[in-house]
């Protein structure tokens, strides 16, 4: 069994002082609020936590936090604007690799076809001649 103490006990409020005057009171009363001093010591330990167990605190503020930001218009127009940018160049490159790919095709075909005759049986090499002996 575990239990949980406080880190600083809690700050009792001191009675008023019998006999006197209203502004020793508020004076009292004002000092029982804690000191900017006092509230800084206790926020540094909170600061200085490290969760141990648990997804962190980006993961569970981001998704907030983005949602917030839709709610605002300029923001909303600007990730609907994106996002429509983005489709738009997934759909323009899928549809110039469903138009290429026949033709990328073939050509790789015509390029293994060529290589594998080429392997089989030397061919015999065409020159041209360009002597004017031979054209008359």
Not at 34 to 58: K, N
Not at 60 to 71: I, K, R, S
């Amino acid at each position: 069994m575990s239990t949980t103490e406080l880190i600083t006990p809690p700050r009792a409020a001191r009675p008023p002082e019998p006999g006197s005057d209203e502004r020793r009171n508020t004076r009292a009363v004002a000092s029982a609020h804690p000191t900017v001093a006092e509230i800084l010591a206790e926020t540094d330990d909170l600061v200085e936590f490290v969760p141990v167990a648990g997804p962190p605190v980006v993961l569970v503020l981001g998704p907030w936090v983005f949602l917030a930001l839709m709610l605002a218009g300029p923001f909303a127009v600007l990730v609907a604007f994106v996002v429509m940018v983005f489709a738009a160049t997934v759909l323009v490159g899928l549809t110039g690799a469903l138009i290429a790919s026949p033709y990328l095709l073939v050509r790789r075909l015509r390029g293994y076809r060529t290589r594998r005759a080429s392997r089989r049986a030397p061919s015999a090499q065409v020159v041209a001649n360009t002597s004017l002996q031979a054209a008359s």
